[in-house]
C-alpha cells in the first residue's frame, strides 16, 4: 500500500522568512515517482515539481528547492524568502504507477501574512 | 504541459438532481482522470478514463453515481447523479502525457454545492 504523509496541517509565516514543507512517503516499490503541486484559493492545481526513485539530486528552482532523501523516505520542499503569493496549499503525491492514480497526502496550508 | 478547461466551473444544484461537467485538453492524451476535492479534504481518485473503453473506478465510487464517457482523446464528461449535500466537493479533471509515468496536470476544476 502507498501512502503519503503531510504533518503539517498549516504553517503561518511572514514575509520573507524561509519554511520548509514535509512530506514523508511509503511505498514498497523500488520504482516510483514523487510531485509537489500547488492549489491557490482559486482552487486550480499548479504542478510544482516531479521526481523519479531513481534521482536523489536536489534541485533548485527559484525560491523553491527541494530536497529528495531515499534513506528517511522525505520529499520535503523549501520556500525561501516567502511572498504573499506563495499562500496556498501545497500537496505532495505519490504514484508507482506509470499510468496513473497518484496518492495525495493531506496538504500543507501555507499562509504567508506581509 | 497541456491547456485543460473544465466546464462548468461552479454551480449550485438542487438536491436529486443531476450535473454533467465537462473536461477539455487542447492536446490527444492517453489518460485522463476525475478526482473530487471534499471541503477542506485532498484529493481523491474517481475513476480513469481511458478513450474506446469503460472507465475504471476506484473503491467507493460506483457507475451509477459517476457515470464518464471519453469519446475522444481530447474530450471527457463525469455526471454526477442523484446529488446530496454530501456531493458539494470540486471536481477536477487531470490528463497525462503520451509517455508512462508522464506528470499529470490538472483542469481548474469545477466548484459544486448542492443544496
Known amino acids: 500500500a502507498q501512502k503519503v504523509t503531510q504533518a503539517q496541517t498549516e504553517i503561518s509565516v511572514v514575509e520573507k522568512e524561509d519554511v520548509t514543507l514535509d512530506c514523508v512517503y511509503e511505498?514498497?516499490?523500488?520504482?516510483?515517482?514523487l510531485f509537489w503541486y500547488k492549489q491557490p484559493p482559486s482552487g486550480e492545481l499548479v504542478f510544482l515539481i516531479r521526481?523519479?526513485?531513481?534521482?536523489?539530486q536536489n534541485e533548485i528552482s527559484g525560491r523553491y528547492s527541494w530536497n529528495f532523501q531515499k534513506s528517511t523516505s522525505s520529499f520535503n520542499f523549501t520556500i525561501t524568502a516567502s511572498q504573499v503569493v506563495d499562500s496556498a496549499v501545497y500537496f505532495c503525491a505519490l504514484t508507482t504507477d506509470s499510468w496513473g492514480k497518484l496518492q495525495f497526502g493531506a496538504g500543507t496550508q501555507v499562509v504567508v501574512t506581509p | 504541459s497541456a491547456v485543460i478547461s473544465q466546464k462548468p466551473s461552479r454551480d449550485i444544484c438542487q438536491r436529486g438532481t443531476s450535473l454533467t461537467i465537462q473536461c477539455q485538453v487542447d492536446?490527444?492524451?492517453?489518460?485522463m482522470f476525475w478526482y473530487r476535492q471534499q471541503p477542506g479534504q485532498s484529493l481523491t481518485l474517481i475513476a480513469t478514463a481511458n478513450q474506446g473503453s469503460e472507465a475504471t473506478y476506484e473503491s467507493g465510487f460506483v457507475i451509477d453515481k459517476f457515470p464518464i464517457s471519453r469519446p475522444n482523446l481530447t474530450f471527457s464528461t463525469l455526471t454526477v447523479s442523484n446529488m446530496s449535500p454530501e456531493d458539494s466537493s470540486i471536481y477536477l479533471c487531470s490528463v497525462q502525457g503520451r509517455g508512462r509515468a508522464d506528470t499529470q496536470y490538472f483542469g481548474p476544476g469545477t466548484r459544486l454545492t448542492v443544496l
Open positions: 492536446s490527444q492524451v492517453t489518460m
Open positions: 521526481r523519479n526513485s531513481f534521482d536523489e
Open positions: 511505498t514498497r516499490d523500488t520504482t516510483y515517482y
